[in-house]
DNA sequence: AATGAATGAGCATTCATTCAT
DNA sequence: TATGAATGAATGCTCATTCAT
């Protein structure tokens, strides 16, 4: 990682600018994953970056920046992703059971990730506060929004309120990561997705 | 204050240490809900408990072990409570609806314990490991077997798997308790828990 | 300084408060006028001090208002002494006279308050702007109006603005003692006094 | 700009290199001057100069040598303009008249300059010794054998000390230049050399 | 000569904890 | 028990300087 054949330096030295960015951004996030935000330094994530103290901060104006950084860089990947699976599919149920799984395969997929998100973003009610004002309750909308269409077509219930609804299966899908990410067993996450599903989308259906 | 007579000193200490130490965890409460726990000093906190600073040392060790107190007096509360509560209460439906009100009653009737319960309790991975094998698996258990129960009864699917199914409604329930602290209306907590189980019990029940 | 006899340790343990923060600022003065402001260390005035670097700030909100408070000391010494020293002399001669040597007498008397106020008060616009709109105004006017007596008497020359006379004066005395400072020799700075006003007076009288 | 053709090459690079030389004593004048040594980056002196950072290193060797460099360009220019503009003047009187212009003439033809001489070549003993080693002394002396000369022949009086009222006149030019830099108000400083000496003057004259 | 990204030593300040009274 | 002055370890951030290009 830090030696490189000669004949290579050049292009890599270009592609450095974004890559040290990306760098530290993974370096924060295993740090801050194992020791949590406040027990980590900024000296231990330019360590596990493999760069200066210093010179994190020629990145990001402060420690906070990194983690605001984390939230967004993943919140916005989540999203445009999201947009785009979700774009073809018109079937509330089909959405609802997309949304779940790309919940839960997205924070799967990065227990280091998840941890920061399940854990480290709400360390504070100030970040949480952010978080819900950002993406999250675009993020709630998506859900409730689908759950409304499937009313409208008759497909669920009238009597249940959509808000409360999307409330409860993302808490739902919420405390399935918690658990993965504090379980000391390995098991893959999207699955859930499916287990949830079958209670959810029963609860939720007009009969 | 300081002096009382020897007759009376050791029950008198002994109330009013108990009734120190309650203060100090009040105050706690009250300065984590407000700052976070890292950015609360213990000079603030023995500064609301209407005490000098070494004081908070001689009925705790550390500021990590009031916060550890904080969850351990009220997960012991609740527990106790909710035994009490559920001790005559046999009917699945009934129990999970007395276990949803109380949970959402307990935190909805203080706001600062909320906001400990629900933010700073998980700022560290740490803590919500313990917290985790502490009382938490006991609660969720304690769910679990209300739906095992209403399962052997025929009451409830058997396709879907208890634990599961009781993540999920802790999760809906968590999740309403932090949708509460974080808005900006001021709403009764309880009623969400017939919102929850309006949705929850018809996705269990079996047809 | 550290030890002291069982029998007193009260009263001294009492009178620390204030001692101590003599302490800093004398540790202060001398560590300023041997390094410079901007090259101490707050560590290094902790240490001159005997005490902890944390110690400090119980007395002192920052190294900034160290300055400040050293400059404020003794500009509050020297005016209200300078005011009782000057309370019976009317005499313009005599005033600026006594003006003079007092100037000379109390930077003369510690030299490493004399490099503080020479050299690194005025350091920096930022302080000497506010110097001047502190004391130094009063001072110089305190000249001036010596020089306005002696003009409204016929003792001084019509034809010199008093304000330009009082800066003359100050700007000669202010070299003395800086010259004094800078000097590889050690002589008594005071009797500088009686060689300026030899010349100053005979500049400013009346023929 | 980086490529010149190899005939003219050196020339230019010469004259480039003495351009930017300049250029980078200029903007450090300025930029010393609205921050202060110690409050200036050297980032900021090079942004000043439309240089990039490590550029200025090219030219000199630290942030400390520029300083020393503004004074030695100056304090050259001072003199060389002062030996010249007094090779024809032998008559005491005008001399230190001369001087006095030229002191004030110089100093408020350029405000950064002089705010750099006055404040921030004081901030440290250190660099008031070497002044005083340098230039000062040799300034100093050139009052002071005006003032002996016209003692010399008659015109001022024997009882004052020739280097003590050099160091008067000197102090007191000295602070109409501070006053000067501190004022609100924009007035020429110049023709408070006039007023200055007519004190001075008169003081020193034999009767 | 010029660049500017990278370095890493340096430091003011905070605050949990101790302990003499 | 209670106090609160004192401690000193800990750390985010700055910026003069270097050096590969």
């Known amino acids: 990682m830090t030696m490189e054949r000669p004949g290579r330096a050049t292009s890599s030295a270009r592609a450095a600018a974004g890559d040290k960015r990306e760098a530290i951004l993974g370096a924060a996030t295993k740090v801050f994953a194992q020791r949590g935000y406040f027990n980590s330094k900024v000296a231990d994530i330019a360590a596990a970056a493999g760069i200066a103290d210093g010179t994190v901060y020629?990145?990001?104006k402060s420690k906070d920046e990194i983690l605001h950084s984390i939230f967004d860089r993943a919140m916005t990947r989540f999203i445009d992703e999201g947009k785009r699976e979700l774009a073809e599919i018109v079937e509330p149920d089909a959405r609802l059971r997309r949304i779940a799984e790309l919940h839960l395969e997205r924070l799967g997929s990065d227990r280091d990730m998840a941890i920061v998100f399940q854990v480290e973003?709400?360390?504070?009610?100030?970040?949480?506060?952010e978080f819900s004002a950002a993406g999250f309750a675009e993020y709630l909308d998506l859900i409730r929004s689908a759950i409304a269409d499937g009313q409208t077509i008759g497909l669920y219930r009238k009597d249940v309120k959509p808000v409360v609804?999307?409330?409860?299966?993302?808490?739902?899908?919420?405390?399935m990561v918690t658990n993965w990410i504090l379980s000391k067993r390995a098991y893959p996450l999207p699955p859930m997705a499916g287990e949830v599903l079958k209670i959810f989308l029963r609860g939720i259906r007009e009969t």
């Open 58 to 60: 020629l990145y990001f």
């Open 121 to 129: 973003l709400r360390g504070s009610t100030k970040f949480m506060e």
């Open 165 to 175: 609804a999307a409330k409860m299966l993302y808490g739902a899908l919420d405390e």
